[in-house]
């Protein structure tokens, strides 16, 4: 049940952009990220409904494909600030939020 | 605006010893939530309540794990007794109208000697 995330991990230089993807082999309602910096708490970044729907952070763009029932998560001209965990957490017709293993993002200078 | 409050933010008990955890939501919102993370298991959602009533409480691990919500403006969550396995960080989280737009606290570190 616990949705797929890709890549475990990646490096990036400032400036390069990422995509993170997200899989589930469960039919999905919508779809959410979240980003954890290290020893601190998760913050919410976007969420993306069942129609197409998306609210959330202003510099962060994600995408819904329901019928594959996968989600990215693109993140441009990176910045340090980016760095940190990434989760997305799944949502299933039975009203439960279930998270990935998440994906380290690291940004060098 | 104050966040999600838990407390304490560092806990170390021996094993068998009884823990309680403390939360307090964000004034107005109407869903609370209790996580474990940890490096093996990642963020796993424990239990969850919408208007102060349990809703969902399949990720509570055991027994020995009980989660409670008398009021609007309080949570605890539970392990009695306590066992080495269940040191992990304990978040909890709050939200207005649905899963969405969850505000975590700092977390509470749990260590189990």
């Known amino acids: 049940q616990q949705p797929v995330q890709s890549p475990q991990a990646v490096i990036l230089r400032e400036g390069e952009d990422a995509v993170i993807n997200c899989s589930s082999s469960k039919a999905l309602y919508s779809v959410h990220w979240y980003r954890q910096k290290h020893g601190e708490a998760p913050v919410f970044l976007m969420i993306l409904l069942k129609g197409g729907e998306q609210k959330g952070h202003e510099k962060i763009s994600a995408s819904f494909n329901e019928k594959k029932q996968q989600s990215s998560l693109y993140l441009t001209a990176s910045q340090l600030s980016y760095s940190g965990t990434y989760f997305c957490?799944?949502?299933?017709?039975?009203?439960?939020?279930?998270f990935g293993q998440g994906t380290e993002l690291s940004v060098k200078p | 605006d104050a966040g999600v409050i838990q407390s304490p933010r560092h806990e170390v008990t021996e094993m068998g010893q009884e823990v309680t955890l403390r939360c307090k939501p964000i004034s107005g919102h109407d869903y609370l939530f209790w996580y474990r993370q940890t490096m093996m298991r990642g963020l796993e959602l424990l239990i969850y309540f919408n208007n102060n009533v349990p809703i969902d409480d399949s990720g509570m691990p055991e027994d020995r794990f009980s989660a409670k919500m008398p009021n609007a403006s309080f949570s605890t969550l539970k392990i009695q007794p306590s066992e080495p396995r269940d040191s992990a960080v304990y978040f909890c989280?709050?939200?207005?109208?649905?899963?969405?737009?969850?505000?975590f606290g700092d977390g509470t570190r749990l260590s189990i000697l």
């Open positions: 957490g799944t949502e299933g017709w039975g009203g439960k939020l279930i």
């Open positions: 989280a709050s939200s207005y109208g649905g899963l969405g737009f969850q505000h």
